[in-house]
């Protein structure tokens, strides 16, 4: 989102300094005919447009192009929040069902760390996302289920075990990815993804 705001600003800075320019130096920008003289000028409603009668109109070039920019931005800013969305919608869901199991989790960043990559991993050597998928729920179970473990039967403080779990998952899924799938693309890191499903209604927007 962050990324998003910073390129509409530079964008609309950009559109702002192109305006000025024309607004300045239009009347040297414009050609110059024996119809007009380059100066900044609209057509009357009903005049005939000559062959060589060029006239430029800053404002409502100006207009069009800020629209154009922000409708432009508005669209990759959306695209770009539904995509980064997604996994936060996903991690903050998980944390509801925690919470309601009585148990604060903290630790699903690290989780989700470790389920992704064991996915990508085991899809890679079986060649079936499909196991890929089942192994990240399994793995996820399990890293779900050891924290809980921690937490009921010895008391461990659950803000602990969860940041325990978000650095041990941040540590371990970075050192595996630059020491061996880095190494090794085709044979830990080629899993493939899974076909875009067309939902009807919602694959028409550009957007989405």
């Given at each position: 989102?962050?990324?998003g705001?910073?390129?509409?600003?530079?964008?609309m800075?950009l559109?702002l300094?192109v305006?000025?320019?024309?607004?300045?130096?239009?009347?040297?920008?414009?050609?110059?005919t024996?119809d007009?003289?380059?100066?900044?000028a609209?057509y009357?409603c009903?005049?005939?447009?000559?062959?060589?009668?060029?006239?430029?109109?800053a404002?409502?070039?100006?207009?069009y192009?800020?629209?154009?920019?922000?409708?432009?931005?508005?669209?990759?800013?959306?695209?770009?929040?539904?995509?980064?969305?997604?996994?936060?919608?996903l991690?903050?869901?998980?944390?509801?069902?925690?919470?309601?199991a009585?148990?604060?989790?903290?630790?699903?960043?690290?989780i989700?760390?470790?389920c992704?990559?064991?996915?990508?991993?085991?899809?890679?050597f079986?060649?079936?996302?499909?196991?890929?998928?089942?192994?990240?729920?399994?793995?996820?179970?399990?890293?779900a289920?050891?924290?809980?473990?921690?937490?009921?039967?010895?008391?461990?403080?659950?803000?602990?075990?969860?940041?325990?779990?978000?650095?041990?998952?941040?540590?371990?899924?970075s050192?595996?990815?630059?020491?061996f799938?880095?190494?090794?693309?085709?044979?830990l890191n080629?899993?493939?993804t899974?076909?875009?499903?067309?939902?009807p209604?919602?694959?028409?927007?550009?957007?989405?």
């Amino acid at each position: 989102m962050l990324v998003g705001l910073s390129g509409f600003a530079f964008i609309m800075g950009l559109a702002l300094v192109v305006a000025v320019i024309i607004v300045a130096f239009g009347n040297e920008l414009a050609p110059k005919t024996p119809d007009t003289e380059g100066k900044l000028a609209s057509y009357a409603c009903g005049e005939p447009v000559q062959p060589t009668k060029v006239r430029v109109n800053a404002e409502n070039f100006f207009i069009y192009a800020v629209y154009f920019m922000i409708f432009d931005v508005l669209g990759f800013v959306l695209a770009t929040t539904i995509a980064v969305a997604t996994p936060l919608t996903l991690g903050a869901l998980s944390g509801v069902f925690c919470e309601r199991a009585g148990v604060v989790n903290i630790g699903i960043e690290g989780i989700m760390l470790i389920c992704a990559q064991a996915a990508v991993m085991a899809a890679t050597f079986s060649h079936n996302l499909y196991i890929g998928l089942t192994v990240a729920i399994i793995v996820g179970g399990l890293l779900a289920a050891f924290h809980a473990f921690l937490v009921i039967r010895f008391k461990v403080d659950q803000i602990i075990s969860g940041v325990a779990i978000n650095i041990f998952g941040a540590g371990a899924t970075s050192f595996i990815s630059s020491r061996f799938m880095a190494h090794a693309v085709d044979k830990l890191n080629n899993s493939g993804t899974f076909p875009i499903i067309a939902i009807p209604g919602l694959s028409k927007i550009p957007v989405l």
